[in-house]
C-alpha cells in the first residue's frame, strides 16, 4: 500500500503503527519520527517562518486564500493508494475539499480518508480507524491501551482525594487562546481543572482579562506549531503583561513552557506522552518522573518554587 499523509498527527500515527515504510508523501511540517522530513514534501504554506504571533494569527483570521497549497504533480507523482487527510482546522492543514479534488484527477482512484478528532473518544476512534484501514488493528489497539495505562498509573499515583488545581492551557499568546477538543480531557486525566478550555469545543481567542479573572494555579503554555524555544520566546513575550504577572501560577513558578509542535495539538500517538507532561506540571511531587527529562519538549519555568 502506497500512503500519503497530509497531517503531521496521521504520518506519526502510520510510522506508530508500523507501515512507516509504505509512506510516499508527507507535508512539509512532518517531522517526528526523525526520517519522515525526507519523504516528498507535497505541502507548503504562506505563513513565513519568522512572523509574530500577532502576524500569523491576523493571517490565519483572514486566510487570504487559504494558506496551505498542495502539490498536485507531486501527488500524481506519489501514485498514492490510500490518502489521509482532515476536516477539523482548515488553517492548520491543506482544505479536504482540495485534497478530494485533486484525488480524483488521479488514476487508479485512491482512498481519501478525512478524520475530524474532537475529543480523546475520537483521537482513539481515529487510531482504530487507521488502523483498519492499513492493516494494523492490533497495534492501534495497543496504542489506545497504552493511553489509558498512563491514565491509569496516574490516577493511582493521586488517589481520590488530592486536590485538583486550576490549570489554564494557553495555545497561543498574542492574542490568548484557551485550548480546547480533547485537551481539558487531558488536563483532568493528569490531575487538574481546565479553567477556561472546554473539552470537545474548539479552542478559542480569550481577552487578557478573561486570563486574569481565570487565576490559574498552573499554567501550560503549548503553542501550536511552535517548538520549545519559540514557545520560550512567546513567553518572555507576555512576562511584564501586569495580567500575566499577576496570575497565582506566575507568582508561584508553577508554568511549564511546552512544544507546541509535538505536544497537545498533534492528535496522535504523543497525546500520551502529552498527558505525562501535564501530570508532571500539575503534580511535580506525584508525577514528575512519568514525564520526558525537563528540556526534553518542555521545561518548568521554576525550580525554587515547586511544591
Same mark, same amino acid.
Given at each position: 500500500?502506497?500512503?500519503? #499523509? ?8 502510520? +510510522? ?36 509574530? #504571533?500577532? /502576524? ?6 483572514? !486566510? !487570504? ?11 500524481? /507523482? ?9 476536516? !477539523? +482546522?482548515?488553517?492548520? /492543514? ?16 485512491? !482512498?481519501?480518508?478525512?478524520?475530524? *478528532? ?28 497504552? @493511553?489509558?495505562?498512563? /491514565? ?73 506549531? @511552535? ?35 509535538? @505536544? @497537545?495539538?498533534?492528535?496522535? *500517538?504523543?497525546?500520551?506522552? #502529552? ?5 508532571a506540571a500539575i503534580h511535580p511531587g506525584s508525577c514528575l518522573d512519568l514525564a520526558p527529562p525537563e528540556g526534553e519538549g518542555w521545561r518548568l519555568q521554576s525550580r525554587a518554587d515547586r511544591p
Open positions: 500500500m502506497r500512503i500519503v #499523509s497530509l497531517l503531521p498527527s496521521l504520518t506519526e500515527l502510520v +510510522c506508530a503503527l508500523g507501515r512507516r515504510a509504505d509512506l510516499v508523501g508527507v507535508t512539509h511540517e512532518c517531522d517526528f519520527p526523525e526520517g519522515v522530513e525526507t519523504l516528498p514534501w507535497l505541502t507548503r504554506s504562506a505563513i513565513p517562518t519568522d512572523a509574530s #504571533s500577532a /502576524a500569523i494569527d491576523a493571517m490565519v483570521a483572514s !486566510q !487570504q486564500g487559504g494558506l496551505y497549497t498542495l502539490d498536485e504533480v507531486r501527488l500524481a /507523482a506519489a501514485a498514492p493508494d490510500l490518502i489521509l487527510t482532515q476536516e !477539523q +482546522c482548515d488553517v492548520c /492543514a491543506v482544505n479536504e475539499a482540495v485534497v478530494r479534488r485533486s484525488a480524483a484527477r488521479l488514476p487508479g482512484d485512491p !482512498q481519501v480518508e478525512s478524520v475530524d *478528532p474532537r475529543s480523546l473518544a475520537g483521537v482513539f476512534a481515529m487510531f482504530r480507524r487507521v488502523g483498519e484501514l492499513i492493516d494494523r488493528r492490533e497495534e492501534a489497539e495497543a496504542l489506545v491501551a497504552g @493511553f489509558e495505562a498512563t /491514565a491509569r498509573t496516574i490516577a493511582d499515583r493521586l488517589g481520590p482525594d488530592r486536590p485538583k488545581p486550576r490549570v489554564l492551557l494557553l495555545e497561543w499568546t498574542d492574542p490568548p487562546f484557551s485550548s480546547g477538543h480533547w485537551n481539558p480531557e487531558i488536563v483532568a486525566l493528569a490531575g487538574g481543572v481546565e479553567v477556561i478550555g472546554a473539552a470537545g469545543e474548539a479552542s478559542r481567542r480569550v481577552a487578557w482579562d478573561e486570563v486574569a479573572a481565570a487565576r490559574p494555579d498552573v499554567v501550560l503554555l503549548s503553542p501550536c506549531g @511552535f517548538p520549545l524555544g519559540r514557545a520560550e520566546h512567546e513567553l518572555m513575550a507576555v512576562a511584564d503583561r501586569p495580567e500575566w504577572r499577576g496570575l497565582p501560577a506566575v507568582r508561584e513558578g508553577r508554568v511549564a513552557v511546552i512544544d507546541g509542535s509535538a @505536544f @497537545f495539538s498533534r492528535p496522535g *500517538p504523543r497525546l500520551e506522552t #502529552s498527558l505525562r507532561i501535564a501530570a
